[in-house]
């Protein structure tokens, strides 16, 4: 599976983006999925993840819970990251990764996309 983040940008404090992850390989459907990001000097941390069904198997870290929410397209091969009400604190790269474990452990995921900025400004 190769995956190809997108969406990411620079954006107001409040404001919001969408981020795209697209999917090469038709086993995608039966990956879990999961958004991770890493702001400079810090340790890559857990966003939010999806199964490989979708729906409201969902799980989120509690700094993102309420505002960002996490779904999926099996059809498109594509995963999103709707981002709401977003703050300083949420600039860093952002990368998506699949993996066969349900799990916000990024040690589990096994296919990594190359990561997208967001940039919030204050």
């Known amino acids: 599976v190769q995956l190809q983040a997108s969406g990411g940008g620079l954006v107001q404090a409040g404001g919001s983006l969408r981020l795209s992850c697209a999917a090469s390989g038709r086993t995608f459907s039966t990956y879990h999925m999961g958004w991770f990001r890493q702001a400079p000097g810090k340790e890559r941390e857990f966003v939010a993840a999806?199964?490989?069904?979708?729906?409201?198997?969902?799980l989120y870290a509690d700094s993102v819970k309420g505002r960002f929410t996490i779904s999926r397209d099996n059809a498109k091969n594509t995963v999103y990251l709707q981002m709401n009400s977003l703050k300083f604190e949420d600039t860093a790269l952002y990368y998506c990764a699949a993996t066969k474990t349900w799990t916000s452990l990024p040690g589990a995921y096994v296919y990594w996309g190359q990561g997208t900025q967001v940039t919030v400004s204050s």
């Open positions: 999806i199964s490989w069904s979708g729906g409201s198997t969902t």
